[in-house]
């Protein structure tokens, strides 16, 4: 959140306010220490204040203060509470508050940003971002970008203060970019240690303490403001994407919470009651219902106030302003009471001399529904507030005195006058009209419109939306025609791009007209297309999403683009795919973490139109590197994918790392990254051990199947996972692990065939590799098809015939790893005449296994398979249909034979290093007075064990 304030500020003695300490103890307890002012005409009272309203409370359970995260101790009136937003403070601590109210949090933010919100899920010892309120069993949304919390029925009053992660402008040269930290407050590791001084600031039991969103840098609230501004995104600067070189006028972000938003009101309409009273003290009261304007009742979206059962209109009034987090004197407003007849909806004005017991009278005892409305002393004239368009400029908004007949045009004006700039011409500026309602919404007001009238229809329709609007002055510049990129999938494949530009518009309307087609996978069905209006890319998303071709659902997002002259040249970026749907849950939440540690622009979720989006937006970048985070079938995936389009890109071989998600994770456990990744370990330190990895090069082979009496034309699909016959199934495919003939794929696709049947089952490693127990025992003492394999196959190895003896599976790897971490050729023996197995040696090693006990042997580590041979080249007649598997993928194949040779294409692997490179210190410098100061302020590299925590 972009506060203000300063920790070491003190009240200035003009404030008539009482302090704690002072002489006047008693009357100190019946005041507000929060003073209603407003934030444009007397910016020290804001910055001093906050506008919290505090009043003094006891405490039944412990409790701890928000700023310090200290206990308040006591018997009675241990501290003081906001009454807006649930703030608790030592007396102590009034003075250094930095935390602004969520009354006025909203005010405080200059450039706003819309959240992406996840589905409602639950969460434990996390702390709701807009009541302060800790979440217990209740659902709640998340920012998957920031790290934002809040409960449903608080979504109206969130703060759209989400990180910026791109906002390229052609305009700025790389270095006139100024990088800022971007604050976010609470939610911190327990374990959290402040960068300053050192001392711990993380906490589970309030929400206290700042977390910076790119750097993650920690420290107390008290202490973040000494701090640096600048941000140097910390120690992941080198393979993070700079938000500077990146454009991605529209986001999925903002369609998705624009598509998600109807789905949430219901559930905001069911927890705001419950959100709002849950932890209220009062033990007797009365729930009624309040509407802040006439759209709140058309949806039924209306806030909740507990008030005594004899209380006076005053008292609601103040209550109702609470629940709308409304910071403004209550004499301002007043309530009337809403009657429906006959569907004409009328209102009438409460007096004075009403209370809640006369009304629930009138009502026949249901409690009544109102209207707060503003007390319109003058509609002839108002004030606005206009920000500044330049996001770099530190200026305050500036109010402007306008009425019915001033428009735009003349607002422009004054407020060019306000901000000093008096040799612009109103001509070469704008208005904005941005409303912050579930998000961002804007507008170029037309300069013949009259804002306060608007303002006033606006104030009629819902209170909350008018205090909601602002206005920025921003200067036409010449449009730079910043394209919306978007990518379709699921189209029919092999065609032509005159083909797939008629397909696309045929579905769209004239009004989604595109620019262009940029690019087109012809062999995957895919095409990225351009918009020059933002606004029809918008309306084209949310036609395509939903429309099907040939019984196919269109696979549909937009995507950013990368400008290679604004990436400084020290920069790899990484490019993250994440395979959702590998290790069960863990894959979702790996995906959330990584997008929080780096730009959420590069990482790409596989389940969204695979590996083609990513590697369309890397294909300009003459060097990057590649985290693919799942099995060994979704590296084969990627690789595949890689050799169709790479020799389309720039860099056509990028070295790639493994975070192992799937059950075996053979190449993973090669090449260093682990046997499987467990929730809660560090994939902060995995992201800077991928930065020290080494590059190591992995053979490749191509296997083709010809079967018996057929000949096919050659697909270039491979690691189809079609277990059907093999009529169906292409016959050609690229092997980067093992392929297995006989009683191991026999096995391979028992445990596929029962994982198809029930795929809910099989989101466990463990419970997996009990189903290949099980499928083995099974086997045992039982005739098989595989027996006596050596009769039934013919193998050539480097056109030699080879010599079998008495087996029923075979084994040729690639890597010295098969079934979760077995090695089945064994250490390199002297007296052997065979060389040690590596899988850059361009060879592939031949074992024969002897059945069900001799595998579970080689898994257990008591026995090797039998070597059979060494060979580059290698063919095998097949006299009968056989189980077959490649890389773990399995099906019944026909009688035939099958050829494995190199192919001419090797991927470029990151091993993982034995001792970690010691790197330079990344961390930004503190200023100071003194050399002394610097040196006790200085900064250090955050630990990775803290960060793995949040």
């Not at 069900?852 to 026995?863: A, K, N």
Request: with cysteine; hydrophobic share 35%; net charge negative.
């Amino acid at each position: 959140m972009n506060v203000s304030g300063n920790p070491r500020r003190v009240r200035p003695e003009k404030q008539p306010v009482i302090l704690p300490g002072s002489d006047c103890k008693e009357t100190m307890e019946s005041l507000s220490f929060g003073r209603r002012v407003d934030i444009t005409a007397d910016t020290e009272s804001a910055d001093t204040y906050h506008h919290h309203t505090f009043v003094k409370k006891s405490f039944h359970r412990p409790t701890f203060c928000h700023h310090c995260t200290e206990m308040l101790w006591g018997i009675t009136k241990q501290g003081l509470t906001c009454e807006v937003c649930n703030f608790v403070s030592h007396e102590r601590c009034l003075y250094n508050i930095v935390t602004p109210c969520s009354s006025v949090a909203s005010d405080r933010i200059k450039e706003p940003v819309p959240h992406t919100w996840s589905d409602p899920v639950q969460a434990r010892k996390k702390f709701c971002n807009v009541c302060r309120r800790k979440f217990d069993d209740g659902v709640l949304l998340r920012c998957e970008v920031c790290e934002y919390y809040a409960h449903l029925g608080c979504l109206d009053f969130v703060v759209s203060d989400c990180r910026k992660c791109s906002n390229y402008e052609e305009s700025k040269e790389m270095g006139e970019k100024k990088f800022v930290h971007h604050w976010r407050e609470g939610n911190l590791p327990p374990s959290g240690k402040c960068a300053l001084c050192k001392c711990k600031c993380g906490t589970t039991e309030c929400l206290s303490s700042m977390k910076c969103s790119w750097c993650w840098t920690m420290a107390h609230c008290g202490c973040y403001k000494q701090l640096p501004q600048s941000c140097n995104y910390g120690a992941l600067a080198e393979i993070l994407m700079p938000r500077s070189c990146l454009s991605m006028p529209v986001t999925n972000a903002s369609v998705k919470a624009d598509l998600a938003s109807k789905d949430l009101k219901a559930n905001m309409m069911e927890n705001s009651a419950e959100t709002r009273a849950k932890d209220d003290e009062t033990a007797d009261g009365q729930i009624v219902k309040i509407y802040d304007g006439y759209i709140a009742l058309s949806k039924r979206n209306f806030k909740t106030i507990q008030v005594q059962k004899d209380a006076t209109i005053q008292q609601m009034i103040e209550a109702a302003l609470r629940a709308y987090l409304i910071k403004d004197e209550a004499s301002n407003y007043y309530l009337s009471s809403v009657s429906d007849t006959d569907g004409e909806i009328t209102e009438k004005r409460l007096s004075e001399l009403d209370n809640l017991t006369s009304l629930t009278k009138v009502s026949m005892g249901k409690a009544p529904s109102l209207f707060l409305r503003y007390e319109d002393k003058d509609t002839r004239r108002g004030t606005i507030k206009v920000f500044s368009g330049d996001p770099d400029t530190t200026s305050v908004p500036r109010p402007i005195s306008i009425n019915s007949h001033i428009s735009v045009e003349e607002v422009i004006e004054m407020a060019l006058h306000k901000f000093r700039i008096d040799d612009g011409d109103p001509n070469d500026y704008s208005l904005m009209e941005v409303v912050l309602d579930k998000g961002v919404q804007e507008r170029v007001m037309e300069r013949y419109e009259c804002p306060w009238p608007q303002l006033l229809k606006a104030r009629r329709n819902s209170l909350k939306q008018m205090k909601q609007t602002r206005y920025y002055l921003r200067k036409n510049e010449q449009p730079t025609m910043e394209l919306a990129r978007m990518y379709v999938g699921s189209l029919p494949i092999n065609l032509s791009e005159f083909k797939y530009k008629q397909i696309i518009q045929k579905m769209l309307d004239e009004d989604s007209m595109f620019a262009s087609i940029d690019m087109v996978y012809a062999q995957y069905g895919s095409a990225c297309v351009s918009f020059s209006d933002h606004e029809a890319a918008v309306k084209a998303y949310k036609i395509l999403k939903d429309t099907t071709y040939e019984d196919k659902l269109l696979t549909v997002l937009f995507i950013p683009e990368i400008h290679l002259d604004k990436l400084p040249e020290d920069h790899c970026p990484l490019l993250v795919f994440v395979n959702t749907r590998s290790g069960g849950c863990q894959g979702i939440d790996v995906q959330d973490a990584l997008r929080k540690m780096l730009n959420p622009h590069q990482v790409f979720d596989l389940d969204q139109g695979g590996p083609l989006p990513g590697l369309h937006v890397f294909s300009q970048l003459k060097e990057y590197k590649a985290l693919i985070c799942g099995g060994d079938g979704t590296v084969g995936w990627v690789l595949s994918c890689l050799d169709d389009i790479g020799q389309e890109s720039v860099c056509s071989s990028p070295p790639i790392a493994v975070l192992p998600l799937g059950t075996g994770n053979d190449l993973s456990r090669v090449l260093k990254w682990g046997g499987g990744y467990q929730q809660g370990d560090d994939l902060y330190q995995m992201l800077q051990t991928v930065m020290e990895a080494e590059e190591v090069k992995l053979d490749r082979w191509t296997v083709v199947f010809e079967p018996e009496g057929k000949h096919t034309e050659i697909d270039n699909k491979s690691n189809s996972s079609n277990s059907s016959s093999g009529d169906d199934m292409p016959n050609l495919f690229v092997m980067n692990n093992y392929f297995g003939i006989g009683i191991d794929a026999d096995l391979c696709l028992g445990f596929h065939n029962a994982r198809e049947e029930k795929p809910e089952k099989f989101n466990n490693r463990v419970y997996n590799k009990i189903v290949y127990l099980r499928q083995g025992m099974q086997k045992l003492g039982r005739k098989t098809n595989c027996r006596e394999l050596n009769k039934e196959i013919l193998i050539d190895v480097d056109n030699k015939r080879l010599k079998l003896p008495t087996l029923e599976g075979i084994l040729i790897l690639n890597i010295s790893s098969w079934g979760s971490g077995a090695d089945p050729w064994g250490s390199s023996d002297t007296q052997d005449e065979f060389q040690r197995a590596s899988h850059d040696d361009g060879m592939l090693e031949i074992i024969g296994l002897t059945g069900v006990m001799h595998l579970g042997q080689i898994q257990g580590s008591l026995r090797n398979g039998i070597r059979l041979a060494q060979a580059s080249h290698i063919r095998i007649s097949m006299k009968t249909d056989m189980p077959v598997q490649v890389d773990g993928e399995p099906w019944m194949q026909l009688s035939g034979e099958v050829v494995v040779s190199r192919s001419a294409l090797q991927a470029t692997m990151l091993k993982k290093r034995k001792h970690r490179i010691a790197r330079r210190n990344t961390e930004p410098a503190i200023s100071g007075d003194s050399a002394a100061q610097r040196d006790q302020a200085k900064l250090v590299a955050v630990n990775s064990e803290e960060i793995a925590q949040i």
